[in-house]
């Protein structure tokens, strides 16, 4: 099992040297949540929370991720980074595969995009998207932004996002990795149709291996079963050495962990809990498998 630090909420100022810090005790990635803004009121509820609210306010920080992985790629050589994961919807895929190659080129091919269709219609709407057919237009700009990361000269025409041939250089020298997020039965479908993995939110260990089990399920009706695939899990009941094991023995590949238990931890309680938790951890269960 890997594991990934996830950054959330943190302050800008910690990133660099939460980088740093997370790459000398192992860590495989830092996963890069994704808010465009806070809209002071919400017409849907958050998916992720008890009663539907916001775990975060309007001074929450929440940097760029393609920003924040230019900037932590810069101090580090390593460590991998990815979105945990993206909205799709509110953003333009030209525009956006602009931002990934020159991410991808930055690190060294260091970075992945997990994407998803987010849960805000503020968002959307708010950056001339509509909200309603989401998903469509989701598969429509992950094919287009396969299709220009690719290389090359390339062109689509689709329902919702047309362009004649042109191209973008420099193009990522490998693959981006691709994941896709979501717990409902289109996201799991479009992770096992097109994903190289599968990205949780915060999630119980039982619907966990339920999940898990569907995403095989899935894979091998698509054909798809043959190909790597990533499980990368926010599991919030099964802490631990047991736990972390018992996620792999059911096919969790990623765990994404925040070491520290206080949001407003300073920057030297956060690196010293990332020490004590690659000391409990992460080397233990790299040297078991």
Not at 169 to 190: I, K
Request: proline share 7%.
């Amino acid at each position: 099992m890997k594991f990934t630090l996830g950054i959330a909420l943190s302050p800008l100022d910690q990133l660099t040297e939460l980088a740093r810090t997370a790459e000398e005790c192992g860590f495989a990635s830092i996963a890069l949540p994704d808010s465009l803004f806070y809209s002071e009121h919400v017409s849907a509820a958050y998916p992720y929370t008890p009663d539907g609210s916001r775990f975060w306010n309007a001074d929450t920080p929440w940097p760029d991720p393609m920003v924040a992985a230019g900037a932590m790629g810069a101090v580090t050589s390593t460590i991998r980074f990815y979105t945990q994961v993206l909205k799709l919807d509110p953003r333009n895929p030209v525009l956006l595969a602009r931002q990934i190659g020159t991410v991808a080129a930055l690190t060294g091919n260091r970075f992945g995009l997990g994407v998803g269709l987010g849960w805000s219609p503020e968002e959307s709407h708010w950056c001339g998207q509509p909200f309603s057919d989401r998903g469509a237009r989701a598969d429509e700009s992950i094919e287009i932004l396969k299709r220009i990361l690719g290389g090359g000269m390339v062109s689509f025409h689709g329902k919702h996002f047309s362009f004649e041939k042109l191209q973008m250089s420099p193009a990522p020298t490998e693959p981006v990795p691709f994941y896709v997020g979501g717990h409902s039965e289109p996201a799991l479908r479009r992770a096992a149709r097109i994903g190289d993995g599968w990205s949780s939110a915060m999630i119980g260990f039982d619907d966990l291996r339920t999940t898990i089990t569907r995403l095989a399920e899935l894979r091998a009706e698509y054909g798809r079963a043959h190909l790597p695939f990533e499980i990368q899990a926010v599991c919030i009941d099964r802490p631990g050495l047991d736990g972390f094991r018992q996620q792999a023995e059911i096919g969790v590949t990623d765990a994404i962990v925040i070491p520290w238990r206080r949001l407003d931890a300073s920057l030297q309680e956060k690196r010293d809990a990332l020490r004590r938790f690659a000391d409990r951890f992460v080397g233990p269960l790299a040297s078991a498998g």
